[in-house]
Each structure stands twice: as structure tokens, then as C-alpha cells.
């Protein structure tokens, strides 16, 4: 069988299409769950009747290996899937975790998804939009939030209320393995995430690696800003910016004694530092990344 | 001004928010740079400050400058440079390539009273940033092509598609066989991991330009290129393609850096190793290739089918 394959355009991808990594599923609630394959993480809840699965994990066999995943805690079927956001790694694969699933996504992930048309990403087929949304699933309230542009496109925050419970994915990690901050928005990144401690929760749960607790989720907001500031220190006191050595130097120097204990700081430092300082360089990218927000193009997607 | 370059009190910040710390002023903000100049062909010129490049036009009563260069000092080294090549010739026009800050950030601190050409798409961006020292335009073109003979100049600025930033737009200029533009064709693997580029439609929309009769392209970065080095450099990025979703199915975490440089050099570098810039860079524009596989375009622009039909 040939694998749904994305971006992919390569026969040789059809290997890694179809690998079903092991999962590790853990209980959160007497209803959500947590899944893992060791590095992308998602959330599913037992409703009534069914089961509601947010995102899809990255690939055919690790969407078919979530849905086993699921299937070894209940026996209910996967009617709904939430898109947290538009990203293949986490949303791409919806027609292999449940074909003939209600698809929730917000209006711009909805919009980027049919423009992108990669194979395997189901369309939504519900949109929601605006800055909250509470919908009633098969008896279960979801609490859905887009304090404005983090990460991604149409990027939704899930609000767990009655247990008191974050989950966003690919914002906010509890270490610093971040890599390159692939399509982070940092006119506004903080700001908006460090919106979410208005709200009463004491568990983080982002969409990789472990999970944290609010205290750890306001430390990562003080890292990414962290960042922010010894990177334009860097720009205005002449470090060469575009070098790889010089920024890890700089930055490392600025955080090593107040974050250096983060999982993955010396691996990662120097490439968040590339990429952040090149924000102040430039003036971030596109209408996301402005104070108000918006996006050019968007006749592109009617 | 004095003549020994000193900093103005309060120099422009653009969009750093760090100021306070320096007393106000950041100190690379107003730092002169020496701008050099050399003639491209007929009435067009170009200057550098090393590592970004622009080009300026010599007109009847004044001149046609594009882009600012990254910060205030630099802007004010531009007009400078401009100065001494046209000493009696006012820059009353300035022509932005797109609207990211360290190519048109400074327009305030090079000619705050010349007219300003922008692309629609760049406009919004620089009125929806605020970034202090970037003005907006004063005369938006909106489409793919506008005609303007200002000043006994004419030229073209054709904006393809999304390749680079927002409203990116080329100049042409027709009689003098002369293309224009910045921050998507450069010597070698320049780019870091290629910031704001949109890697989906970018090639087909390059390639658009070959259906144009020029010979020099001048770039935003480093020097001039032929026709066949323009090509050469697409080949390059086309190769990353492949290259991109190869290393996924390698195995390869586009987040280790010493993987990703270990399996650049073993794939990449047979052939590119020599290319301007490659061990800085070609590591992270591969990494950057691998996420157009591994979280798909970005936005709207990312994700844009292009339009490839010749100009």
C-alpha cells in the first residue's frame, strides 16, 4: 500500500511514511489522555460516546500508531479531530488516524491546509474563529483559545478547565530544544502566550517532550525573552550575527548561568540565537509578525 | 552630523526594544560604515557595505536610489557615498526592494523627503510594523508590473510572487540589460536558514525572470552575477529539495546541529563545498529545506501555487 505522503515527493519517503513508532500513552484525568512517541506529543479525550483526538502526530504510521495508542484505553471510535495548528508534524495525517472524523480547526489553519493540499491532511470541516471558543463534543466541553499569532498559522490553545490543564503545541517546551524556532511569530510570541497564565491552570502539557507545570511554562516564557534581549544585545554591540560561533558564544555567555540547566541549552542556543536576532535584523516576517497581526495574500485562499 | 561621523543624540531603534540599556542610543545604530560604489552599466550604479549591496541611478536633476541599507549610520553612509558620486544631485527618490529592516529600514535617516515607491504587499507590512526610521511609501503599486520613467529614468519593477519577505519586487531596466533583486539569488549558500523565504514557489517564480533579456543581476548580497551564475544558484536550491527530504528519510533531526553539519558535508559537500560561504551556511539552508517536508510551507505565501508563466 502506498503511503499518504504529504510534502513528499520522493518514492524512497514511503520507508519512513510507514514506520509506527512505539507510543507512550499516559492518563492525565479520568478522561485525557497523553500520547508520545518520544519527541511530538498529542492529547485525546474519552467522551460519551467517542473519542475526541487532538492533531495527528507526523507522518501515516505514526497516526495509525497514535489511533492503536488510543485503542488500548478505550474502544470507542475517533469521530473528531482538533487541529492545534496547520503544521504537517502535528496535523498532517487525519485520513490515516480516523478517514471519516469531524475535522475542528481555526479559519486560517483551515484556509493554509486547503492551500497546501498535501496528501494525507484532511480539510476541516468545521472552523471556528475569534480569540475563544467553547464547544460541547459528545458531552465533553473544549475550551479552544488563539490569543493571536505564537506559531504556525490559525494556531488554537486547548483549555482544560474543569482539570485545570494547558495543552499548546509547539510553543511553549519545558527545555530548550528548539532548533531553529521553525515559523515562531516573535512580535508577539511572549506577550501572547504569557496571555494564558490569566487563566487558572497548574499543568502544561506542549506538543513535544515532557510535560510541565506552570512554573516551568513562565520560565519558558522567560527564556524565549531572555533570548529576545541578549540577541539585540548582541546586534547593538557589534557580534557578527550571522555566524553561527560568535551568537552561540554571545548568547550562551548571557543565559548559561540562569538557564544552562534546560535539556538541550548547549545544543540548541546557538541556533535559537540565529534565528531570534535575525527578527531584529529584519523586523520579523509578514503581517503574523506585526503588532496587529494579519496576513497578506489571504484572496490566495478563498 | 559632524564630519568625524559622531552619532546623532538619538539615533532610530527600528523595532529594538533594548535601548534604555545604552543610554538610549544602541551603539551599531549609528555606527558609520564605509559604503563603496561602482559604476554596473550606462546611468546605474551600485554600492556595498561589504555584505549587503543596493543600486542607484543617476537621473536628469537627481537621483534614484534603492533601499536604505540596516540601520541609520548606514543609510546616512549611503547617501554619503551617492554624494560623491553625484555631488549636485539630490536623491529624490528612493525605491523599496521589499520591506524587511536591514535593506529599507532607515529611509528617515537617508533622504526623509524623497518619494517612496513601494510594492502594496511591503506597504502594509512597514505601516503594520511601526519600525522606527522606516518610512512608508508614498507612491503603492499594486500587481506584477509598473513602468516608471522618473526623472529621464526608465525602468520596470515586476513583483513575481512570493520568494523573500513580503511585496518583493525586481527592477528591471530594459535598455542597460540590468536586473535587480534582493535577498533571492546570491553568490553561493548565503543565507543562513533562509529567513522569510518562501521555499514552495520560490524557484518557479525565480526561474520567470529568465524569460527577460539581461546579462548582469545584481543581488542584495555580496556581487554581481551573470545570467549563468543566476541559474547556477538556482540549481543549488532546486538540489536542496531533494537533498531536504533525503535527510528525513536518513534519519536526520533538523535540530542537531553536529548531525546536520556531519551529513551536510557528506552530501552536499562533493559538490558545493567550494561554494562561497558553504561551511557556514549549507547546514542550515538544508535544515531549513527538511521543514518545507516536516511541517509543510509556511502561511499563506508558503503554501502558494506559483504562477510560472514567463514575464
Known sequence: MKENRGNFTADAAQAYLAYEPPMETEQLSSAIWTVTDGQGRAVFIVADSSVIAFDTFGSPGKARAYAKAIATVTDKPIKTIIYTHDHLDHAGFAQDLATDAEIIADEMCAKVIKLRGAEGQTVPTRIVNGKENELIIDGVTVKLLNPGPTHGTGHLTVFFTAEKMLYSSDTILANAKYGFLPDYHFCQFVNNMRSFLDLEWDKFIPGRYELTDRAGFERGCNFIEAIQIACQCAFAEFVPIWAYEPMYGYVHGKLNEEYGDLEGFNEHIGQMAIRIVHHYLMGGWGLEDTPEGGFNLLAETS | ?311
Not at chain 2, 537617508?110 to 517612496?116: E, Q, V
Not at chain 2, 521543514?291 to 499563506?300: A, D, F, K, M, P
Request: hydrophobic share 40%; net charge negative.
Open chain 2, 1 to 311: 552630523m559632524s564630519d568625524n561621523h559622531d552619532h546623532a543624540p538619538c539615533e532610530h531603534c527600528g523595532i529594538f526594544t533594548v535601548a534604555a540599556q545604552y543610554g538610549g542610543n544602541i551603539p551599531i545604530q549609528g555606527a558609520w560604515r564605509d559604503i563603496t560604489y561602482d559604476p554596473v552599466r550606462d546611468n546605474i550604479w551600485t554600492a556595498t557595505d561589504g555584505a549587503h549591496r543596493t543600486i542607484f541611478v543617476e537621473g536628469k536633476k537627481g537621483v534614484i536610489a534603492f533601499d536604505t541599507f540596516m540601520s541609520p549610520g548606514t543609510a546616512r553612509a549611503y547617501t554619503a557615498a551617492i554624494g560623491r558620486v553625484f555631488p549636485k544631485k539630490p536623491i529624490h527618490t528612493i525605491v523599496y526592494s521589499h520591506e524587511h529592516l536591514d535593506h529599507c529600514g532607515y529611509a528617515a535617516d537617508m533622504a526623509p523627503n524623497a518619494d517612496i515607491i513601494a510594492h502594496e504587499l511591503a506597504n502594509k507590512v512597514i505601516i503594520a510594523r511601526g519600525s522606527e526610521g522606516q518610512l512608508p511609501g508614498t507612491e503603492v503599486w499594486e500587481g506584477e508590473r509598473k513602468s516608471y520613467l522618473i526623472d529621464d529614468v526608465y525602468f520596470e519593477m515586476l513583483y513575481p510572487g512570493p520568494t523573500h519577505g513580503d511585496g518583493n519586487a525586481a527592477a528591471y531596466f530594459p535598455q542597460s540589460k540590468v536586473l535587480f533583486m534582493v535577498d533571492t539569488v546570491a553568490a553561493g549558500a548565503g543565507y543562513c536558514t533562509l529567513f522569510d523565504w518562501h521555499l514552495k514557489p520560490y524557484i518557479s517564480i525565480m526561474r520567470r525572470f529568465l524569460s527577460l533579456d539581461w546579462d548582469i543581476f545584481v543581488p542584495g548580497h555580496f556581487w554581481t552575477l551573470t545570467r549563468k551564475q543566476f541559474i547556477e544558484v538556482l540549481d543549488y536550491w532546486d538540489s536542496l529539495n531533494d537533498f531536504g527530504q533525503q535527510a528525513i528519510i536518513d534519519g536526520i533531526d533538523p535540530h542537531n546541529w553536529e548531525q546536520l553539519n556531519s551529513y551536510t558535508n557528506e552530501k552536499i559537500g562533493p559538490k558545493h563545498a567550494h561554494d562561497f560561504r558553504y561551511y557556514e551556511y549549507a547546514a542550515m539552508n538544508l535544515s531549513r529545506y527538511m521543514q518545507e517536508y516536516l511541517s509543510g510551507g509556511w502561511g499563506i505565501e508558503g503554501n502558494m501555487a506559483p504562477n510560472t508563466n514567463p514575464f
